[in-house]
Every structure is written in C-alpha cells, then in structure tokens.
C-alpha cells in the first residue's frame, strides 16, 4: 500500500491546522525522497534529497511554500532563527490542494529525467518519498515572514519568493495558544 503525499498533506493541514490560525503558527513538512539504481552496468545510482514544504493559514487563504535542499548546504535544519527563502506554491482558499501540491510530481518528473539522461528508464528506478523519520510533521512558530522579489506594482502577496524566519518548533501542549477560538 502506497500513500500519496499530495493527498496525504491536505487531510493533514486540514485536520490540524485551521484557517484563521496565528500568523506565527505554521506546519512543516520535510519530505525524504529518495531514488536508487543498481542495475545499470553494475553502476549506481542515486540521487536523495530533501523537500520541505510550510504551511500557514492565518485567514482563509493557505500559503504553501516549499524548498528543496540537500546534505550539500551544510544542513537541512530549518530551526536556525535566521531568513531561509522559499519559493511560494500558492496563496488560495481552496487551490493550494492541488497548486500547492504539484510540486511532488514537478519534483518527480525532474528526476525521472535526470535518471533518462543517465540512460535509465523509469521502471529501472527504486523510490523511496516518506515524511522523513529525522524531521517528522511538526508546528512552527514564525517569527519573521517577508515576501521578496515581489513584481513591479504588486502587492507583497504577489511575491514568488518568501523570506521566513522560523523562531522554535512549538510543543504541542502550546499549539492551542496559536489557534483560533471557537
């Protein structure tokens, strides 16, 4: 039985999360995603990297923003309390579900190609796409969110690009300070 992340993240998001939620309060996902071949002329290969994807709904729109980053840039933790940019998937009431999603098969098609370059078809490769077991689903508190590289004339919401500042992972006997009343 397989899961599919795309799905799996919406059902979360909305279960735990609510729209109108503390501007600070996100949800992070990091993604292990991992792909292998060893079959080709007794080579391997293997590509692996990590893809984080927060959450945030501080009214009825969902913002998505997503990164991707690898061993190579001396660390994947976000918790450094310093601006990490992201790229934003979507801004939306209700079509963050699939924009903001398709990133997984985007990522996918990607390393398909990667792979087909190698001259490796897609039924040679091994994949492996879980939450990771080193950073599992967790509430973030924000302390710092900017958009930047915001288009002539447009507003901050227009931004493709969002500067975050990520303060601690909130526990989870603290999250009801974050969400709304009801």
């Known amino acids: 039985m397989k899961i599919e992340l795309s799905s799996a993240i919406p059902t979360i998001v909305e279960s735990f999360l609510p729209r109108f939620s503390d501007k600070r309060l996100g949800l992070l996902f990091e993604i292990d995603a991992s792909f292998n071949n060893y079959t080709k002329n007794d080579e391997d290969y293997n590509r ?63 390393v398909w190609k990667w792979f087909e370059e190698r001259g490796i ?39 493709p690009d969002w500067e975050v500042v990520i303060e601690r992972q909130i526990p989870l006997n603290e999250v009801h300070n974050y969400l709304p009343e009801k």
Not at 122 to 142: A, T
Request: glycine content about 4%.
């Open 121 to 159: 078809a897609r039924d040679d490769i091994l994949e492996h796409i879980s939450f990771s077991i080193f950073n599992q689903p967790k509430y973030v508190e924000i302390s710092q969110m900017k958009g930047i590289n915001t288009p002539d004339g447009c507003s901050e919401s227009y931004s």
């Open 48 to 110: 692996r990297e990590y893809l984080q994807m927060l959450i945030i709904r501080p009214d009825n729109y969902t913002k998505v923003l997503f990164r991707k980053v690898t061993f190579v840039d001396g660390g994947y933790h976000v918790m450094v309390k310093k601006p990490i940019t992201w790229k934003k998937l979507s801004d939306h009431d209700s079509c963050w579900r699939t924009d903001g999603m398709r990133c997984f098969f985007q990522y996918k098609c990607e």
